[in-house]
């Protein structure tokens, strides 16, 4: 993805809704009075299923003064374009082909999974000043596919990754509200910002955005959306043929917004949707990101993938909800994971090490080590020792992917796990780079997702595979049944909705995202 | 042999007709569901139909030419048109699928990948009907631009909402353009996968499509590979000399409105001197249609409903599905190579088109009795375009 930092927390509304032709002006409906009081976290998790609570004891919980156990969530991420995806392998199918999109989202829909999620880049990477040509390359457009997608499957969430910079709230609204429509109460979105002027080029509205614009600008367009969302009351549609009256008067409410980022007036084209709003998901670690996810997400899609940085994480997000009145249950935190499943422990992590061997090339080698070091590298032997060159830390040799944190610490860092461990610059990448979470047999990749769940590591995960089509296989095959005896996940889909599947509720009326009380920027 | 006629609906929620929604037949609350335009289109492609078309507008419909009007009693709401086209792609095999997407305050970029993966989850069957949002209302929905508002349309002679609408169609153009070229800019066999240098693509084989233009400019290439037709098809609605510029110069295929056989044969006469580079444009006639013996007598009923009487910028065709065979025949040898019919009342006269309409057309030996491509391009027999860029030396 272009990028997927996070966006603070939104500053209060400057839209309104209300009045027009279609509208005499009342506020949109805030949440529908059939909803229950919020839950607490704890009354949610004694509601499990009597089907699958009868397995408890094998995960040990149960026992007298033990908290019943929380359940696990799952998503299926298609992968992207980065070297996690190994083409190299003879079972890799096309990553454009929709049978490809089919065959993933089917997988995780048999396992039961909450969604199916879709990265997104607005422009192809390169490197060197020339397209980077040694990873998958190559997608859809997600919301088009998505919507595809939705035909072909019944259950499953459906994510799309979406960039604020370069959309317009009220087209994207409108596509979104779509999706949800189309798949009946199915969709999510995403939101991330960009403001490079390289993926800019590609867009009218161009690289023109500050770095901290950007911020402002998501939060305000994510305000706006929820405005236009709003704005159809949900019993605007009578429809009624004898009397004549298509639309409710008053049904359709004016909005009008006038923001720093966004001026518009005027109606939506597009009734309320099944989940009212799609699921927003929030991705990225910075303390702006979390208190937006806090105050806004019902999914947090993070990096934190061990499990004392998870539950710091976790503990630090679900801190900061009461005060914009919301409970625990209604943000999951999802690290995004790689699992690597063979019979035994010991034949896992063979099957891992040569996961990453494929996944590092020896020309991938050679280009992740000239995008760390900044200069060209391409005369060193992948097979040889690093060399005793000095990093440019001026160049960006790469463009169209996000650099993460100090690059003069990263290149010490790599320099002394090569001299301590003695390795060739591809077994160091190898070492570096490696991307897996769970490696082991069925039992061990459940147990151990099972315990950084029931740690308050996380609240699930979201998986992405190394290989296109399949390669959730052997987790929805093994792993999702053992998940499921242990009584930590759903043998079937109890709800229809994106929502319910997470168990977020209903989508809350624009009242909820008013900053919290006493509280200013 | 004689040449086939080519045809085509227009489905639009439950009918042309602004009273449509009042028949009993008809299902207005399904027009937010899936379910409702899956079946319209099986009824369509059960019919053997060249393609459907799927309106949309980035704001409400009205009766005004420029805002809204607050009726409460026609129907109101859309969902976007290439997500429905998107939806039933999986569910049909061999119906083309042409949604509306507008250029006016979309960006090319995103409008050229939705229509590129339309043609890959439909498995080279998507097209495009470019669209252009000259009011003040739609403007207001996206704050960038500041147009006049529109009285009438078309706009009367050279005055500033006619130079304001050439300059949209100007933009529409600039904006095909760029689609055209991203959907070029991955030459069809820049995949190798070849492991012995680890290249997953041959990079000189994707290409930066530069375009710049007065409103946007687009480095490219592409995200998404080259869609399986190559370039999916460019279709446009047009009513006057402007459009049919723009027609002539961007589209593969064009819908008129003539309302006589002598207008056609006038518009078709214009629109072949408009020079033009490639294939043909290809010129489709549209009607409204309400179809059936008693078809006049229910168009006059469903104008007492409305309150007013029923005219559109397509001619308005009441009458037996023979009678309409009539019609296309005779207007046929004025040079419309194909219809684009837009039903009154759906389901009503979209079935009367799918199975009266199409058997009386075979019975003359002028309609098709199987589908005889897999493509969209195909069906209309235009042939799958090399990558502009493969010709140029690298």
Not at chain 1, 330 to 356: N, S, W
Request: aromatic fraction near 8%; charge should be neutral; charged fraction near 25%.
């Amino acid at each position: 993805m272009t990028d997927s930092t996070g966006t603070p927390r939104p500053a209060r509304p400057p839209g309104t809704a209300g009045g027009g032709p279609y509208g005499p002006g009342q506020r949109p409906a805030g949440r529908p009075s059939s909803e229950p009081p919020h839950q607490r976290p704890a009354q949610r998790r004694r509601a499990v299923p009597a089907a699958t609570r009868r397995t408890d004891r094998r995960g040990g919980a149960g026992a007298a003064g033990e908290r019943p156990r929380k359940q696990v969530h799952l998503a299926a991420h298609f992968p992207g374009v980065n070297n996690t995806t190994v083409w190299s392998d003879p079972r890799a199918g096309s990553q454009i082909d929709f049978s490809s999109f089919v065959h993933l989202a089917r997988t995780a829909e048999r396992g039961k999974f909450d969604f199916f999620f879709l990265a997104e880049g607005l422009r192809l990477r390169e490197h060197k000043g020339r397209i980077y040509d040694l990873d998958v390359v190559g997608r859809p457009e997600s919301l088009t596919v998505l919507a595809a997608l939705a035909a072909v499957t019944e259950r499953i969430g459906l994510a799309a990754t979406v960039n604020t910079t370069f959309n317009e709230p009220y087209e994207l609204a409108r596509r979104l509200a779509t999706l949800d429509h189309l798949s009946g109460g199915r969709a999510a979105w995403n939101v991330v910002t960009s403001f490079d002027a390289f993926t800019g080029a590609n867009f009218r509205r161009g690289g023109y955005l500050d770095a901290k614009d950007r911020y402002t600008r998501a939060a305000e367009f994510l305000r706006l959306s929820r405005t236009l969302w709003d704005s159809w009351q949900p019993d605007a549609i009578l429809a009624d043929q004898g009397t004549g009256r298509f639309l409710r008067p008053g049904g359709i409410a004016e909005v009008r917004h006038a923001g720093r980022h966004f001026t518009i007036e005027g109606h939506f084209t597009t009734p309320r949707s099944p989940q009212g709003h799609p699921v927003i998901i929030q991705a990225g670690d910075s303390d702006e990101g979390r208190e937006f996810a806090a105050s806004a997400a019902g999914v947090i899609f993070t990096r934190h993938a061990t499990l004392e940085a998870g539950k710091a994480f976790y503990a630090d997000v679900k801190r900061r909800l009461p005060k914009y009145g919301r409970a625990p249950h209604e943000l999951k935190i999802m690290p995004g994971a790689t699992v690597v499943v063979a019979d035994t422990d010991a034949e896992a992590a063979e099957l891992a090490a040569e996961i990453r061997r494929r996944q590092v090339s020896p020309q991938t080698a050679i280009a992740l080590l000239e995008q760390v070091w900044g200069r060209d590298l391409s005369a060193c032997d992948p097979d040889g020792p690093l060399p005793d060159i000095e990093p440019d830390l001026s160049s960006d040799i790469i463009q169209g992917r996000v650099r993460h944190g100090d690059r003069a610490a990263l290149v010490a860092r790599w320099r002394e796990v090569a001299r301590e461990k003695n390795l060739t610059i591809r077994e160091l990448v190898i070492e570096m780079t490696g991307r897996q979470t769970f490696i082991g047999s069925p039992e061990t990749v459940a147990r151990r997702i099972d315990e950084y769940v029931q740690a308050d590591a996380a609240d699930g995960f979201i998986l992405v595979p190394h290989l296109i089509p399949g390669g959730l296989d052997d987790f929805v095959d093994r792993v999702v049944p053992l998940l499921q005896e242990r009584g930590v996940f759903r043998t079937e889909y109890t709800g229809t909705t994106l929502r319910e599947h997470l168990g977020l509720g209903p989508a809350p009326g624009p009242d909820r995202y008013l900053d919290p009380p006493g509280e200013t920027r | 042999m004689t040449e086939p006629i080519h045809l085509a609906v227009a489905l639009d929620g439950v009918g042309w007709h602004p009273a449509a929604w009042r028949e009993e037949c008809t299902r207005p609350r399904e027009i937010f569901t899936a379910g409702y335009w899956a079946r319209l289109v099986a009824e369509a492609e059960r019919g053997l139909l060249d393609f459907v078309t799927f309106e949309d507008a980035l704001g409400l419909q009205s009766t005004l030419p420029d805002g809204v009007d607050g009726r409460t009693d026609q129907v109101r709401g859309r969902l976007d048109a290439v997500l429905i086209a998107a939806r039933v792609a999986p569910l049909t095999t061999r119906i083309g699928l042409i949604p509306t997407a507008t250029t006016t305050h979309t960006e090319p970029f995103h409008v050229a990948m939705a229509i590129a993966t339309l043609d890959h989850v439909s498995r080279g069957r998507a097209g495009w009907r470019v669209r252009v949002s000259p009011g003040r209302t739609h403007a207001r929905h996206f704050g960038r631009r500041d147009f006049p508002r529109i009285e009438r349309l078309p706009a009367p002679g050279d005055g500033p909402v006619a130079r304001h609408i050439r300059e949209l169609f100007d933009e529409a153009a600039d904006a095909v353009e760029v689609a055209r070229r991203l959907w070029d800019s991955w030459e069809d066999d820049a995949e190798i996968r070849d492991v012995a240098t680890g290249r997953f693509i041959d990079r000189d084989k994707l290409h930066y499509i530069d375009f710049s233009g007065r409103w946007f400019s687009v480095k490219g290439p592409a995200i998404t590979p080259r869609p399986p037709q190559g370039q999916p098809l460019v279709t446009a609605l047009a009513h006057a000399r402007i459009p049919y510029e723009f027609a002539a110069r961007s589209a593969d295929v064009v819908y008129v409105t003539p309302h006589t056989r002598e207008e056609a044969a006038a518009v078709v006469r214009e629109l072949r001197e408009i020079p033009r580079d490639g294939d043909p444009l290809k010129i489709f006639a549209d009607l409204v249609v309400f179809l059936g013996p008693d078809a006049a007598a229910r168009k006059a009923r469903l104008d007492d409903l409305d309150g007013a009487e029923f005219t559109s910028d397509a001619a308005v065709f009441t009458g037996t599905v023979e009678e309409l065979a009539d019609l296309l025949e005779d207007w046929r040898r004025a040079g419309i190579e194909g219809y684009r019919l837009r039903p009154g009342v759906i389901p009503h006269d979209l079935k009367a088109i799918t199975r009266g309409l199409t058997a009386a057309l075979r019975r003359r030996g002028l309609f098709r009795s199987a589908y005889e491509a897999p493509t969209l391009r195909g069906l209309l027999g235009l042939g799958r375009p090399v990558s502009r860029y493969a010709r140029a030396v690298t």
